[in-house]
């Protein structure tokens, strides 16, 4: 007899959001939800903010309680780690030797940390940042007064040195481009939130790359050596008592492939959420899944794409079809300044601000063709939902009015309710 | 704690909201549809203050993660939240937006 069981793999915030919809959308078969990691589902964002800060306990960012999920009628399994998918039999290999068979299957492994390669990276002092155990692990190290070199200029290693300099800690962020969040934002944008790091003293070593991590000589053996200094492909060496490393991550999309799923950058999958092999599904960080709004494939990287593409992907195992089709929005907290970006930035886009990111409060828009592409709120979130009317809607816009902040941008996206078309007229006038 | 005045009644147009500290509790005051509503200003998800969010739907939306809260109840109504804000008896009184507190 064929199974009417739900499962879902990877418990993280993307697989813990696709249990909880299932059950609020009405789905009354069993609900299995198997994670390799100890703790029930969480969301990260706080790993390298309020956590890492002792602002808020690491079961702070649990999506419910522990003991909710089977008052909830979902079966979570911490700690066992899925090993190979027979979509023929529809059964799933658990490392703990035990199988499970489904009816339909939902892939939410997320993605891992992309290793540094080429340098000793573990001697003690080395911190990557994923999981609430490497953040408890970090935490213990950001004692104030040392020096924590961080590699990489993105998101997390930017916000890991927010949190860093605020303990009191001497921080340099080494990133081997020229700019900072090369991947997310247009150079000038990420030059406020340089900025905004060197006006809290944190230093920077950019477009350098590492080619070694310095380990202490003394201990007996290897397992009480630890790192002293990043050494730079320019051969200068910046010394450290803590090192954190965040290069980006990488998709877990190997039990897919094993199961013979597309995977190109992430488990392909349309904008339903179904991946090519029937009967199997993905959400969150693992998917390249097609955007209809973009017209392309996306893979990303964010609390958002795990909360709501999971959610929707839910409903589409058990009812109709619902495309998920969300402009794609992301947040930061760097040195108490709140960072929002809704929209994809793009080559050849003009950035128009709106205030000076100085004042603390301000908004940069990028630009092409007068529509914004991509809009960057520093301390001014609550206009981020205008913003993203105006990019959804195509509405064109002007550099000039856009600019001036006495014009509520809430007026200008509230033209954007009336029909696209009328506003692509009025442009070509 | 009793009632407190926390605003000129002028000071809040219709869909605003404002956020104002009684003692040690931040509490957020808006108008909604011409009624007045206060509930707890930090949301229950994350740290952000309601009074930089939306009002739609009878709901206050946190400017934040898009988390919904109901303004007769507190009561949280969409992913990510999951806790209720506390809701506070308001009231109008000479001019003043009142707000009262529990002891
Ligand atoms: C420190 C940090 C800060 C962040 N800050 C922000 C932010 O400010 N804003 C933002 O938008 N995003 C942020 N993100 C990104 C966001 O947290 C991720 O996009 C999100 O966690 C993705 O959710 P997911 O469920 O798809 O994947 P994950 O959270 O990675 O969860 C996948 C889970 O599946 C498990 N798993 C994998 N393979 C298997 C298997 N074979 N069997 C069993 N279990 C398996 C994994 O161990 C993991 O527990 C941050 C991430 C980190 C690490
Ligand atoms: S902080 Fe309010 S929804 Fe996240």
Not at chain 1, 263 to 281: H, I, L, P, Q
Not at chain 1, 312 to 323: C, E, F, H, L, S
Not at chain 1, 333 to 341: K, T
């Amino acid at each position: 007899m064929s199974s009417s069981r739900i499962l879902i793999i990877g418990a993280g915030q993307a697989g813990g959001r696709a249990a909880e919809a299932l059950r609020v959308a009405g789905f009354t078969g069993p609900v299995t939800l198997v994670g390799d990691e100890m703790e029930p589902p969480y969301e990260r964002p706080a790993l390298s903010k309020e956590v890492l800060l002792g602002a808020a306990a690491p079961e702070s960012t649990y999506i419910h309680p522990r003991e909710q999920w089977r008052a909830k009628d979902v079966e979570l399994i911490c700690g066992v780690r899925a090993e190979a998918i027979a979509p023929g039999s529809r059964s799933v290999m658990f490392s703990d030797g035990t199988r499970l068979d489904y009816g339909q299957l939902i892939l939410a492994t997320g993605s891992r940390v992309r290793p540094l390669i080429g340098v000793d990276d573990t001697l003690g002092g080395v911190h990557y940042l994923r999981t609430i155990d490497d953040a408890k692990r970090l935490t213990r190290d950001l004692v104030p007064g040392k020096r924590v070199v961080v590699i990489g200029g993105g998101f997390i290693g930017l916000e890991v040195a927010s949190s860093a300099s605020k303990l009191g800690l001497s921080v340099t962020v080494v990133e081997r481009q020229p700019a900072l969040l090369e991947r997310a934002l247009p150079a000038d944008i990420a030059a406020a939130v340089e900025r905004l790091h060197r006006e809290q003293g944190v230093e920077f070593r950019l477009g350098a790359g590492v080619s070694a991590l310095v380990g202490s000589a003394n201990g007996n053996g290897n397992a009480n050596r630890r790192v002293t200094a990043v050494g730079l492909s320019d051969g200068a060496e910046l010394p450290a008592d803590v090192v954190v490393i965040g290069i980006g991550i990488i998709p877990n999309t190997e039990i897919a492939e094993g199961a013979g799923a597309e995977s190109a950058d992430g488990v392909v999958t349309d904008e339903f959420g179904r991946t090519s092999v029937e009967g199997v599904w993905a959400a969150g960080d693992v998917t390249s899944h097609y955007n209809p709004l973009l017209g392309r494939r996306v893979r990303l990287e964010s609390w958002q794409n795990a909360q709501n593409q999971a959610i929707a992907v839910a409903k589409n195992v058990i009812g109709p079809p619902v495309a998920y089709a969300e402009v794609p929005w992301f947040w930061s907290d760097q040195h108490g300044v709140n960072i929002q970006m809704v929209g994809m930035a793009q080559p050849g886009a003009v950035t128009v601000w709106r205030g000076d990111p100085a004042s603390g409060r301000a908004m940069a828009f990028s630009v092409v063709d007068a529509r914004i592409v991509c809009a960057t709120a520093f301390n001014a979130g609550g206009e981020i939902r205008f913003a993203r009317k105006l990019i959804e809607s195509h509405t064109p816009v002007d550099a000039g009015v856009l600019s001036d902040a006495s014009r509520k941008l809430k007026d200008l996206a509230g033209r954007a309710d009336r029909p696209i078309a009328t506003h692509d007229a009025a442009a070509a006038v | 704690m009793g009632w407190h005045a926390v605003a000129e009644e002028g000071a809040l147009g219709d869909d605003e909201a404002l956020g104002v500290t009684v003692g040690k509790v931040q509490i957020a005051i808006l108008r909604a549809a011409g009624a007045l509503h206060a509930l707890d200003n930090v949301c229950t998800h994350q740290y952000a203050l309601l009074s930089d969010g939306y009002v739609e739907d009878g709901c206050i939306e946190c400017p934040l993660h898009q988390g919904k809260f109901e303004l007769t109840s507190g009561n949280a109504m969409c992913a990510p939240v999951t806790e209720p804000v506390k809701v506070y008896p308001v009231k109008v009184d000479g001019g003043k937006i009142l707000v009262e507190l529990p002891d």
